[in-house]
């Protein structure tokens, strides 16, 4: 009898559906049916079994193709590239567990490499702006129950958080706003009208590039200052209504992506946004939270901020103290400058999402993959190292883009001796161990300069 296994979480988007019924074959092995998800989510669950699936370690070649080795020589080969270089940097993480995420922060600390996460290229500039002005958030319940007036800014959830909308912000019917979309007021901002605001009651079309300004003029009338006739390409009329509806609502919360991270201004942007629910809250009840990409992109900035104090772009060279400054000790940076003589990619593809004169750069040196597929990094890797799928393979914790962590569940075994990150992790971490060790053993390459020290 085939088998129903419910509250499974879906490893894709930052909303973390919890709420996905999986269907798996008599033998365990199959994924027949996946309920709930979104087109992305399921499609996360069928490839697992994909007839494409790398099921072993995989080193190039001098000719340019690759050999299949064994889980042990490819964490020798990874410890050795890590313990040979000077400045190795460790990236990705945004689609693996908490488990993962700790036990790889341990080989980088033994390494002294730069550990750095998806937030260098995402909502690090959130980061930097938090930092400097707070983060008057909330959780996505506290949305779903209460929020009268949704803001999406610079985010477009229709297409990269597809069940967002109807989880939490637009349609669901909560605690005190029992008639769903009818009990709320949906304003979108963004240059294109995209398929977020057709869904809006008020959408603001504006300039892109131009956020800054606009929040600007918001912050000036919600403090009974005037503006002039046109802001950021919007009307005076239009930015006064907006604020209106602002000021009395119940409770409102600001989603924001790409839009304020990505454009100019960057963590101004953010800054600005958080500034303007701070001013909102002298009013009513007003939140703010950012749309965290991958379903577990929050995870690395709750581990490492718990082991380290720092949420990304950490550099561990010195191994006994962490040192984080983004634009010196993020990854694009480190790799622009040339800095870096190793690149560990582990869930994510900097080959795809990185500038390609960062990918060139890195490219120079020894390159590793650890993802369960096969993408453009593994595909200019010098050795791809397969692992299992959290969520569908691998269980663990993942942290939902409001920092609410939740326990994912494996539906299915991964493919025959296919292994977590966790575990290659703490096997690199055991072999840089054992290699310290023979270096130990060997004793300093120069006998030790004979002769008495001066104070005695
Ligand atoms: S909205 Fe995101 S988490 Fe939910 S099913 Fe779709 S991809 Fe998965």
């Known amino acids: 009898m085939p088998k129903k296994i419910e509250n499974v979480g879906c490893p894709y988007c930052g909303v973390c559906c919890d709420d996905l019924v999986v ?8 994924i027949l049916e996946v309920e709930n998800a979104c087109a992305i989510g399921n499609q996360i669950f069928h490839h697992a079994t994909g007839s494409e699936r790398v099921k072993l370690p995989r080193l190039r070649q001098p000719d340019g193709t690759y050999k299949d080795i064994s889980y042990d020589e490819a964490v020798d080969y ?4 890590l313990y040979d270089a000077k400045k190795p940097l460790i990236y990705g993480f945004g689609s693996t567990n908490c488990e993962g995420m700790a036990a790889a922060a341990k080989v980088a600390e ?11 290229i995402c909502h690090g500039s959130s980061f930097l702006a938090i930092f400097d002005n707070g983060y008057p ?11 009268d007036v949704i803001v999406y800014w610079g985010a477009n959830p229709a297409h990269a958080h597809p069940r967002h909308m109807s989880r939490y912000s637009i349609f669901p019917r909560g605690f005190f706003t029992g ?31 131009h956020d800054y300004e606009l929040f600007d003029a918001f912050r000036a009338v919600v403090r009974g200052h005037e503006i002039p006739e046109e802001v950021a390409g919007i009307k005076r009329e239009q930015i006064l209504e907006v604020a209106n509806i602002m000021k009395k609502a119940r409770f409102g919360t600001i989603f924001y992506g790409m839009g304020l991270c990505h454009s100019d201004g960057r963590n101004h942007n953010v800054d600005i946004a958080i500034s303007l629910t701070r001013d909102l809250n002298d009013y009513t009840k ?3 939270m950012a749309m965290r990409g991958h379903y577990n ?7 490492w901020s718990w082991q380290y104090g720092f949420p990304y772009c950490l550099d561990l060279t010195k191994k006994d103290i962490a040192h984080m400054n983004p634009g010196e000790t993020s990854s694009v940076d480190l790799a622009m400058r040339d800095e870096v003589d190793a690149f560990i990619n582990i869930g994510t593809d900097a080959g795809a999402h990185f500038p390609i004169e960062a990918v060139k750069h890195l490219r120079k040196h020894p390159w590793i993959t650890i993802d369960p597929n096969i993408c453009m990094a593994s595909e200019i890797s010098d050795l791809h190292i397969p692992v299992g799928i959290v969520g569908v393979e691998v269980p663990g914790i993942v942290y939902r883009m409001d920092n609410v962590p939740i326990q994912y569940r494996k539906v299915i075994d991964p493919p025959e001796g296919v292994i977590s990150d966790e575990e290659l992790f703490e096997r690199i971490h055991k072999r840089l161990g054992e290699l310290e060790a023979e ?3 060997k004793g300093p390459a120069k006998a030790a300069p004979e002769g008495v020290r001066a104070e005695e």
Not at 78 to 81: D, G, I
Not at 189 to 209: E, F, N, S
């Open 439 to 441: 270096e130990t053993a």
């Open 286 to 288: 007003w939140t703010i």
């Open 23 to 30: 269907t798996v074959s008599d033998d365990g092995k199959q």
């Open 137 to 147: 958030s909330c959780t996505l319940g506290e949305t779903k129950n209460r929020a």
């Open 297 to 303: 992109i929050t995870g690395p900035g709750a581990v």
């Open 179 to 209: 008639k769903g979309h009818k009990s709320r007021k949906i304003i979108v901002i963004d240059p294109r009208h995209t398929d977020t605001a057709q869904v809006a009651d008020i959408y603001l079309q504006v300039k892109q590039g």
């Open 78 to 81: 990874a410890a050795k590239v």
């Open 110 to 120: 033994r390494a002294g490499a730069v550990l750095d996460n998806c937030a260098s």
